[in-house]
């Protein structure tokens, strides 16, 4: 698959993701980790269908290592347990922009990659970007208290998970992407467990709730998984690291779009920077 394809493939889970806040807040009586659980067995129900009838077949997951079980099953059901957990710990501003450190923290751990190359623009573009997502994920943070260091460890570690496993994934590039089913299922699993143990069961309530739930394990919680692990093993992961801070400024105009939040300078000027911020790090590459 040629590099920008792959990228390009890679970005749609971007345009999934933006719609991640809209879905979830239309399904929002739903408890986090039941939440959770439903969404993912969506998402690895459509992993299983695609295998069966039109991926390679079940024998292509025969023989993966339980390293890279572990990596996957570990990245997206570990990033959702402490974001769930941050915000729980922590005010939902300062821990969502803590936790939005994951772009930035991709661009920097893909220079330790076998033929990648880090350049100063890389960085800059990423940070640029960042300010950008700063401006709309913690447009409500008004100061850091200790108090709330065990929300904001949680995000921290979020952020380290999801860019780890982004990242590493990219040493797996020969793991097939039908992997990912099981990946999601196993996470599903994992998060009844933590629901049982956590929390009370709400079904969602009319068509909106129930379909939310449904968009969101189709979409943001589905389909994202599958080509973000095209995009990280085959395209520029750089590119795809400064471009996932364009997830929360669609995000917000979703949202707006939607009637759940209002307009804003404050959009205009971080769409500026998130745009200038990616358009850096591709000059970078060029």
């Given amino acids: 698959m040629m590099r920008n394809r792959a990228t390009f493939i890679g970005f749609g889970a971007v345009l999934l993701w933006a719609f991640l806040a809209t879905l979830t807040v239309g399904a929002s009586e739903v408890p986090a980790f039941q939440?959770?659980?439903?969404?993912?067995?969506?998402?690895?129900?459509?992993?299983?269908?695609?295998?069966?009838?039109?991926?390679?077949?079940?024998?292509?997951?025969?023989?993966?290592?339980?390293?890279?079980?572990a990596l996957g099953i570990g990245g997206i059901f570990?990033?959702?347990f402490f974001y769930f957990t941050a915000l729980k710990l922590?005010?939902?501003?300062?821990?969502?922009?803590?936790?939005?450190?994951?772009?930035?923290?991709?661009?920097?751990?893909?220079?330790?990659?076998p033929g990648e190359s880090l350049k100063p623009l890389h960085i800059i573009g990423a940070l640029v970007a960042f300010g950008g997502?700063?401006?709309i994920v913690g447009?409500?943070?008004?100061?850091?208290?200790?108090?709330?260091?065990?929300?904001?460890?949680?995000?921290?570690?979020?952020?380290?998970?999801?860019?780890?496993?982004?990242?590493?994934?990219?040493?797996?590039?020969?793991?097939?992407?039908?992997?990912?089913?099981?990946?999601?299922?196993a996470a599903a699993g994992l998060s009844l467990v933590a629901h049982l143990g956590l929390e009370e069961t709400v079904w969602p309530t009319g068509p909106i709730g129930w379909g939310s739930v449904i968009g969101l394990g189709l979409g943001p919680v589905g389909l994202a998984f599958y080509i973000w692990d095209i995009g990280v093993k085959k395209g520029n992961i750089?590119?795809?690291?400064?471009?996932?801070?364009?997830?929360?400024?669609?995000?917000?105009?979703i949202l707006i779009l939607a009637g759940y939040a209002t307009a804003s300078w404050i959009l205009l000027l971080a769409a500026a920077l998130i745009?200038?911020?990616?358009?850096?790090?591709?000059?970078a590459n060029r």
Avoid: D
């Fill in 35 to 69: 939440l959770s659980a439903m969404c993912f067995a969506i998402g690895g129900a459509i992993g299983l269908l695609w295998i069966a009838f039109g991926g390679n077949g079940f024998h292509v997951l025969r023989g993966i290592s339980w390293k890279i079980w």
């Fill in 78 to 80: 570990g990033y959702h």
């Fill in 90 to 113: 922590a005010p939902p501003a300062e821990a969502g922009l803590i936790a939005y450190l994951w772009p930035l923290l991709i661009v920097l751990f893909s220079g330790l990659l």
């Fill in 133 to 135: 997502a700063a401006l």
């Fill in 139 to 185: 447009g409500g943070a008004t100061a850091f208290s200790g108090v709330h260091w065990m929300g904001y460890g949680a995000a921290i570690i979020c952020a380290f998970t999801w860019s780890g496993y982004s990242v590493l994934s990219r040493l797996a590039g020969k793991t097939p992407t039908e992997s990912v089913a099981i990946f999601c299922l």
């Fill in 238 to 253: 750089q590119i795809l690291g400064v471009a996932s801070y364009a997830a929360p400024m669609l995000s917000t105009i």
């Fill in 275 to 283: 745009t200038s911020g990616a358009a850096l790090a591709a000059f």
